[in-house]
């Protein structure tokens, strides 16, 4: 919320059932809209732009990473925050056994060093504030 002006227009992307992040952001003044293929399917907020988008525990799941990413990537406005937040993954020697990737749902992992390929592809700037957070900031138009 320290990178978000006063009232800045959000999506909480992949909400799940009980949307606490958009309900802690909608707290601080901000609007966000929720969108989750299963709990909140209402694809009319996928047709706008927003200031920031949040991923929380939701990229672990995509099936095509690339094109959950471009479609992030146009749902953002110039200057707007994508903020991810998923288990990196750190350690090949532990992966066969490691927590995260045994859950079946979690079909692709990611390291800081792919939100920096990602941010690179884009053209964005990013950010790796804490543990398992990646923010990305898509450029201001010139």
């Known amino acids: 919320m320290q990178r978000l002006s006063g009232s800045a227009e959000g999506l909480d992307y992949g ?14 003044g901000h609007r966000v809209a929720c969108y989750d293929p299963y709990y909140c399917p209402d694809a009319a907020v996928l047709a706008r732009d927003y200031d920031f988008i949040t991923c929380t525990e939701v990229a672990e799941h995509f099936h ?7 479609r992030l990537a146009g749902l953002l406005r110039p200057g707007g925050w994508l903020a991810v937040m ?7 020697a532990r992966f066969a056994n490691w927590h995260y ?3 079946p749902t979690h079909v692709v992992f990611y390291r800081e060093e792919t939100f920096a390929w990602l ?8 950010e790796v504030p804490a543990k398992d957070v990646a923010l990305l900031r898509r450029p201001l138009l010139a």
């Not at 992040?21 to 707290?27: F, G, V």
């Not at 941010?119 to 990013?126: M, P, V």
């Open 15 to 28: 909400c799940g059932p009980g949307p606490a992040l958009a309900a802690m952001l909608a707290e601080g």
């Open 64 to 70: 095509d990473p690339a094109a959950e990413f471009v």
């Open 86 to 92: 998923t288990c990196f993954q750190t350690d090949d």
């Open 101 to 103: 990737r045994r859950d």
């Open 119 to 126: 941010a690179g592809h884009l053209g964005w700037h990013l």
